[in-house]
């Protein structure tokens, strides 16, 4: 029953990954909470079905469709295989937590699995007519909920309220559905929101790390983002215990501003190809506002004042730097904005993006790659003039009207389990 769960890259085949379509919670965003939801439109939810649903057809094509896995599916799933007992934990913590009267609780119990699952991602409860808590819109955003590195997955803790519930709902998947239990019981989960284990700091720094922070560069280097999302002082604490447990040799704290435009280390970098990072010149080649802090295992330090001359000194001297927006305001800016450099390698040199970068596609052209439209290799593989095996340096574009206003992209939305 068990699936292997293990990445030791960002770029290695893609061989297992969690995804979650938009779900009904994100129409029933208004206007005057959107920017407390994180969102930063209200976004048309049909349309944005279809863009995502184009983006789950590439992934099933490349990874088997079975592999694809649908957090809304793992809920359930994992719901159906839990204790009654384990159940009535899991609804008493989101009704405290939620604030809800306890008399909710037994409402519920009652349901069927499918209508509870349904409500505690949506928030709304049908039978009822009744929304009993806010949405969770940003759960389509699955790298941000849990992490998988080397053999280990590390159950992150969201900075912002708006995504809390995700915390409970992944937590509870990986504890409890048959495929990821045994991880608990082997130790290879490491919960943040562990209070015991993660407790603030003695300044009342808060832990909070979330996904699009974490980047496991080999299975010797893990990047982390010190940022908007994340702090230092979970930096500091997670890596001890990363240590303590030999996951990885070198945790490396990369610093950026704290703006809402770069709230996570991968919405100004990714990595698409052994040579290729997609990047946002002014932070990762100027080093503005930024520096990097390498922390070894055997107690060495070392820093670099910018991202590119960290990857080049202990990654890869050959690194390459493809240039959102080639480069050049105002264009760097918008295609940053608009996730140009946040891509989700499928395998070396194939990845993902929106198609609404214009100059970041021309910087992609220059660096020797092609860009086809989503649409387009659908049909390629439909009428069989193409397979996704000989597919080589390739830039997917996505449809990306509706989801790019949630501002995450395809890296943000693809939580990779394994990788190899
Ligand atoms: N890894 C990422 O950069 N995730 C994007 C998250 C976007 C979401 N609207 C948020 O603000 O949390």
């Known amino acids: 029953m068990a699936v292997t769960v293990n990445v030791a890259s960002e770029i290695a085949p893609l061989k297992r990954v969690i995804i979650h379509r938009p779900d009904e919670g994100i129409a029933r965003i208004s206007p005057k909470r959107a920017e407390e939801l994180l969102f930063d439109d209200i976004v048309y939810l049909p349309q944005m079905q279809e863009e995502h649903d184009v983006f789950s057809e590439i992934l099933k094509h490349f990874v088997g469709e079975e592999n694809v896995l649908e957090t809304e599916d793992l809920l359930f799933e994992a719901l159906e295989a839990a204790s009654e007992a384990d159940k009535k934990e899991m609804i008493e913590k989101i009704i405290d937590y939620e604030e809800l009267p306890r008399s909710y ?39 941000d ?31 409890a559905h048959p495929i990821f239990n045994a991880l608990s019981k082997e130790g290879r989960i490491i919960n ?23 980047m496991i560069i080999n299975e010797d280097y893990l990047l982390i983002g010190c940022s908007e999302r994340t702090t230092a002082h979970a930096i500091q604490s997670l890596k001890e215990v990363l240590f303590k447990k030999g996951v990885v040799k070198h945790v490396v704290q990369i610093n ?36 990097v802090e390498v922390f070894s295992s055997n107690g060495a330090t070392r820093h670099y004042p910018s991202i590119k001359e960290f990857f080049h000194a202990e990654i890869n001297p050959d690194m390459e730097f493809i240039l959102s927006g080639e480069g050049i305001s105002p264009y760097q800016d918008r295609e940053q904005w608009t996730d140009g450099c946040n891509l989700v390698a499928l395998k070396p040199g194939v990845a ?69």
Request: glycine share 6%.
């Open 256 to 291: 950026i501003p704290t703006d809402r435009s770069y709230m996570h280390i991968d919405t100004i970098f990714t990595q698409i190809n052994t040579n290729h990072i997609v990047a946002f010149k002014p932070i990762v080649l100027d080093g503005l506002g930024s520096y």
């Open 145 to 175: 909920i849990a992490v998988t590195v080397n053999d280990h997955v590390i159950i992150t803790k969201a900075a912002k309220e708006a995504r809390f519930r995700e915390n409970f709902l992944t937590r509870y998947i990986f504890w």
């Open 105 to 143: 609780e037994d409402m519920l119990l009652k349901l069927d699995n499918k209508a509870l699952t349904e409500t505690l991602i949506t928030g709304y409860l049908q039978q009822e007519n009744m929304i009993l808590f806010d949405p969770i819109p940003n759960f389509i955003f699955t790298r």
């Open 192 to 214: 943040l929101n562990n209070v015991e284990l993660f407790p603030p700091s003695r300044r009342r720094e808060m832990v909070s790390i979330e996904g699009g922070d974490v």
């Open 352 to 420: 993902i993006t929106y198609d609404r970068n214009p100059y970041t596609e021309k910087a992609f052209r220059s660096a020797g790659y092609q860009i086809i439209h989503a649409t387009s290799m659908l049909q390629a593989f439909q009428d069989g003039s193409l397979k996704p095996e000989e597919v080589k340096n390739t830039i997917i574009a996505l449809p990306s009207n509706e989801l790019s206003r949630a501002r995450g992209g395809s890296h943000c939305m693809t939580c990779p389990v394994e990788r190899g």
